[in-house]
Structure formats: structure tokens, C-alpha cells
């Protein structure tokens, strides 16, 4: 049953009875995004280098540390918790996880999902289900396996598909989300909105946001979302809809296909007046800002005692710092990317 009562401004709404963490500029975090991995089994061009050094196992915190740090966030009234990374279907036991976290779906949390690549999906997708996981996003940038080989170095792509399909059986509802890149997938935009919704999956696109060193200029390849709308309303009639999942996008209705568009704009019309959400990383930071460097580490917290009133002060004490939005630009001057730090460290 849905225990919520209320909403904060744009944000997501509240637990009945939590008080919600608000922060300087009157945001209500509800949200909380929990990288549980830097691994990947993926390369993809824009979110990381071929030659990735990844953490020491040692410096992760456990997997029993991570749910004590979800429980504090939901005591705290965080209702919608998304695994990610990294891959988290690559974390060694992170069925554990889910299925602790799963436990708490109705006592306080609301909703548990994943963003994954879909790649392990076909071995865990009745599990997942089990453990209370109803809807999960994956990352699918192309329908052409030439192609998506190439964006994801490493990626096989009928593993995917395998993942996709195995989900879908299991009863899990699929988003999938598409990094728009020009001169790559721009082209193909039909082709796979045709795809999700003729399989009944939202799709979302998203502007690629300049993080982390990679080994290849992405400037040319950055495409803002106002232009691939443009091109997408020759073929298709975009309707606004009033649809909100407590994420980023702002969702259309395709007429001609009956299902939902998703736009995720950091670059071009920033959503950060209605940021709801925080990012934990495998090893205890927070990080308040997706396009920020300031982070707390809860890991000391964490493990100063196991009485959890030190750890809920230093997340109060992050929120305190939770900035008003990121800094990002397209900086065709300079192939320097505006925060270093890797998307897969916070998990997009
Ligand atoms: N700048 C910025 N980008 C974000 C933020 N949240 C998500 N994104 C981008 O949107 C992409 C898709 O996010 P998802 O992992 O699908 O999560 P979501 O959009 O919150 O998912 P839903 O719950 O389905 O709405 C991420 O990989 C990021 O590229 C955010 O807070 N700030
Ligand atoms: C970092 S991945 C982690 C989860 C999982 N490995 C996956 O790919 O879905 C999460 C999301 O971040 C997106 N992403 C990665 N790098 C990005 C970038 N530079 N700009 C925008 N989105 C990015 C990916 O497309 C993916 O949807
Ligand atoms: S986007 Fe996801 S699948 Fe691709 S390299 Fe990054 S973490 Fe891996
Ligand atoms: S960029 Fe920062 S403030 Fe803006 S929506 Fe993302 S996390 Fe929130």
C-alpha cells in the first residue's frame, strides 16, 4: 500500500510519518541512488576509459554496511531507493541486497529499482521479481549489435536482449534509456522508440553530460535534446502528459504509438529546482550533487559505532551542503570534461 501523504514543491512526495530531509533550498530528498559498484562488464565510450583502474575489494564497504546505510536514509524518509553503479548486477551476492532492501518495501520504503545494462538481467530477473523489484531501467543505446559493440567496447548485445526478454516474463516493467549522441544513435531515435513502445517500455533520452577523463572527444558527439524532439515530431505527434516517477524526465505521449517519451535535459533546461535526490557510492561517500565534487563520507560515521545517531547527524549534515545545481557546460574549446569524476562512480 502507498503510505504517501504529501508533496514538497516538484518533489517526490512524503512517507506518512517520516519527517523528510529538506535541504537549503527547500527540496524534500526522498531519493536516494546507491552506486553498490565501480566494476562494469561495459566500456561504454562516454562514461568510461578502456583502461579503467577500479577500487581495491578492501575498500568497499560490505553489503551488509550498505543496507545499514539505506536504512538510516529511509528512517530519514528516502521512499524510493535505486541501486546502481557501475554494474550492480556484477557486485559479487548483491541479491543480498535487493532482497534485504525488498523487506522494507512497505515499511517506509516505496519503491526499490535498478538501473543495470541489462547484461546478467536473464539470471536474476525472476529474483528480482521475488524480491519485490517491479520496474528497472536499462541502458540501451542502439538496436544494431555492429553498433552497439562499438559504443560499449565490451558489450554483447543478444545478452542484453536476453535480459530484456527474461525481465519482461518475470513481470518487471522496463524503462529504457537512451544517451542521444549525434551522428551515432540520432538517426536510429525511431527505430528504437518504435522498438520500446511496440514491446511496452517507457524510453527516455538523455544529453550526454561531460564527467569524467575518457580517452576519446565526446564534444562533437553531444547532442541537445530540443534538436532530436525536432526531428522525432516530423514522424510522430508528442503530446505533454502530467507523468511523474520522481526522476528527471519530463514524458510526452507518442500518439501513433501509445507510449511515454522521456526527455532528461541536464545541459539544455536543467531540472535542478526539483532534485529530490542524493548518491551513495560502494564506499560510503555522498555525494549531494551529481554535477558537484563536494561529498561527505558516511563511511566514518558509519563505522565510529553502531549506534545510528552519528551516522543520521552527518547525513543531516550533507544535506545542510546540497548545492543549488551542477556546473556543467559543452566546452567545444576543450576536450576537459567539467567534473572528473566518472559517471560510474555515483551511478549516473
Ligand atoms: N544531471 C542529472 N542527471 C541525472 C540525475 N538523475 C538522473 N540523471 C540522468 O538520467 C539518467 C537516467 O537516470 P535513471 O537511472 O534512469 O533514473 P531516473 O531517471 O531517476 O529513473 P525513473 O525513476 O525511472 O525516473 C542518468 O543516468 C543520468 O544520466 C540528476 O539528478 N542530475
Ligand atoms: C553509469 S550507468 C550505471 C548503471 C548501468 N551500468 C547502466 O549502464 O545502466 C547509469 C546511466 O548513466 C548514463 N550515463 C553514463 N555516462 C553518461 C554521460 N556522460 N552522460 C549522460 N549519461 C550518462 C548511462 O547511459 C546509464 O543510463
Ligand atoms: S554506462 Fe553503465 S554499462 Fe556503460 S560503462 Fe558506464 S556503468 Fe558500464
Ligand atoms: S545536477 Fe545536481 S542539483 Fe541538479 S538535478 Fe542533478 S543532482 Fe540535483
Redesign the pocket.
Known amino acids: 500500500m502507498n503510505s504517501r501523504v504529501g508533496t514538497i514543491g516538484n518533489a517526490s512526495p512524503l512517507v506518512a510519518g517520516a519527517h523528510p530531509m529538506v535541504d537549503p533550498f527547500g527540496r524534500a530528498v526522498t531519493?536516494l541512488?546507491v552506486s553498490v559498484t565501480d566494476r562494469c562488464d561495459f566500456r561504454c565510450t562516454y562514461c568510461m576509459a578502456e583502461n579503467m583502474t577500479f577500487l581495491p575489494k578492501k575498500d568497499l564497504l560490505t553489503l551488509e554496511e550498505l543496507e545499514r546505510l539505506c536504512s538510516a536514509f529511509i528512517a530519514k524518509g528516502v521512499g524510493?531507493i535505486?541501486l546502481?553503479g557501475g554494474e550492480p548486477l556484477v557486485r559479487k551476492n548483491i541479491m543480498y541486497l535487493v532482497r534485504r532492501l525488498g523487506e522494507k518495501i512497505g515499511s517506509g520504503l516505496d519503491?526499490l529499482?535498478l538501473?543495470t545494462n541489462g547484461s546478467q538481467l536473464s539470471r536474476h530477473a525472476e529474483e528480482l521479481y521475488d524480491c519485490g523489484v517491479r520496474?528497472i531501467?536499462v541502458?540501451l543505446d542502439t538496436l544494431d549489435p555492429d553498433k552497439f559493440r562499438k559504443i560499449t567496447r565490451w558489450g554483447d548485445f543478444d545478452k542484453v536482449m536476453e535480459g530484456i526478454d527474461a525481465a519482461q516474463k518475470a513481470g518487471i516493467k522496463i524503462?529504457l534509456?537512451a544517451?542521444a549522441l549525434r551522428d551515432f544513435n540520432d538517426v536510429e531515435m525511431p527505430e528504437i522508440l518504435r522498438f520500446a513502445h511496440g514491446r511496452g517500455m517507457?524510453l527516455?533520452v538523455?544529453e550526454t553530460?561531460p564527467m569524467g577523463e575518457i580517452d576519446e572527444d565526446r564534444t562533437d558527439q553531444y547532442l541537445p535534446l530540443s534538436q532530436l524532439r525536432a526531428d522525432l515530431e516530423r514522424q510522430f505527434t508528442l503530446t505533454e502528459i502530467d507523468y511523474h516517477?520522481?526522476?528527471?524526465?519530463r514524458y510526452v505521449k507518442v500518439e501513433e504509438t501509445g507510449g511515454r517519451l522521456?526527455f532528461?535535459t541536464?545541459m539544455t533546461h536543467?531540472?535542478?529546482e526539483s532534485?529530490n535526490?542524493v548518491r551513495l557510492t560502494c564506499t560510503g561517500t555522498l555525494y549531494m550533487?551529481?554535477?558537484q565534487n563536494d561529498a561527505a563520507d558516511l563511511r566514518a560515521a558509519l563505522r565510529a559505532t553502531v549506534d545510528d545517531a552519528l551516522l543520521h547527524a552527518a547525513i543531516d549534515e550533507a544535506i545542510t551542503r546540497k548545492p543549488k545545481g551542477?556546473d556543467?557546460i559543452i566546452d567545444r574549446t576543450h576536450n576537459r570534461p567539467a567534473v572528473a569524476r566518472h559517471?560510474s562512480v555515483t551511478?549516473?
Open positions: 531519493y541512488r524510493k535505486r546502481t519503491e529499482t538501473t520496474r531501467n541502458s524503462k534509456n544517451v517507457d527516455t538523455i553530460m516517477t520522481g526522476g528527471p524526465a522521456g532528461i541536464p536543467n531540472f535542478c532534485c535526490r550533487c551529481l554535477g551542477h556543467f559517471m551511478g549516473g
